[in-house]
């Protein structure tokens, strides 16, 4: 028995290194490719509609998906968050920036919810509460969207936004004074939580991943099934908004949506390896610390 779990846990182990492998093979490749397409852009390197774009901002957007969403599918939270403002300070237009932020998150939340279930960090086959997790967030994400349309006009937005910075800095002191302690699951709580945050999300565009993760620890799910549960939901509330977006604006910036979906997609192979390995308690306080960090800088914001 011992020696079957020993030979087990070095496939493991061998399998992550033969993913880290591949993966810095293919970021090396795609750096390599956007700097030359920087110095000699009329190599033709790269597809047709990237070739007006310098290769300088195609590989600056790149890493800045890489980075950011390897913090979100680690943690659950912090790409759009991070990346948004990021965009919109290198002069691209809000309408450009947030479809592909939403195409780019769809495509990375479905790939690290089917990479966190291979790595074991959840079962969304089998464990019923994570199953009833990703169906209430899903729902709620619909419901949020139609509740922020309709109250939006009636609610002033400031008071609405300290609400939410209280909710979510009081989930990250939650979350760290009870990181070592196991909490039962109510899904009343997720209930309550995936509402306000897909409210907050609809209303604002942001938001979702402090306090949809940070919840889900102070409602009883693991710290890991976090995560990987928020990555599969909010790939469907992106779902629901980029149709919004391709109805109204009629397309993507294929410019922009490129780079952020390719960057975004190689982070997640090392992400959820990255939660595989930390310890559940080492996790838990990251949440907190990173959810109480982003309260505090919202709140800053807010009264600044």
Request: overall charge positive; glycine content about 10%.
């Amino acid at each position: 028995m011992v020696r079957e779990a020993v030979l087990g846990l070095g496939n493991i182990y061998a399998w992550h290194r033969r993913r880290l492998t591949l993966w810095l093979a293919l970021v090396t490749l795609v750096v390599a490719l956007l700097t030359l397409h920087g110095i000699q852009p009329g190599w033709g390197l790269l597809p047709g509609f990237l070739d007006s774009t310098p290769g300088q901002v195609l590989l600056a957007v790149f890493l800045a998906a890489l980075v950011c969403e390897y913090i979100d599918s680690s943690l659950g939270m912090g790409y759009g968050t991070t990346l948004t403002p990021l965009l919109l300070l290198a002069g691209f237009e809000p309408l450009q920036i947030v479809p592909a932020v939403l195409f780019s998150e769809l495509l990375s939340g479905l790939t690290a919810g089917a990479l966190h279930h291979r790595d074991g960090n959840v079962d969304l086959l089998r464990d019923r509460h994570a199953r009833r997790t990703v169906l209430l967030l899903t729902v709620l994400s619909a419901a949020g969207a139609i509740a922020a349309v309709t109250l939006a006009v009636s609610i002033p937005k400031f008071w609405f936004s300290l609400a939410i910075v209280t909710i979510v800095l009081a989930m990250g002191v939650i979350v760290l004074a009870t990181r070592t302690r196991r909490i039962p699951y109510r899904a009343g709580n997720v209930v309550a939580v995936g509402l306000v945050a897909a409210f907050n999300k609809g209303l604002s565009g942001g938001g979702y991943g402090p306090l949809v993760t940070a919840g889900q620890v102070v409602s009883g799910l693991p710290a890991k099934h976090a995560v990987a549960i928020t990555s599969v939901a909010e790939a469907f509330t992106c779902l629901v908004g980029l149709g919004a977006y391709l109805v109204l604006t009629g397309g993507l910036d294929w410019t922009l949506a490129t780079p952020l979906a390719a960057g975004a997609l190689l982070s997640v192979p090392v992400a959820t390896i990255t939660v595989k390995r930390m310890p559940e308690a080492a996790v838990r306080a990251a949440i907190g610390i990173v959810t109480l960090s982003l309260g505090l800088l919202s709140l800053a914001k807010l009264l600044g």
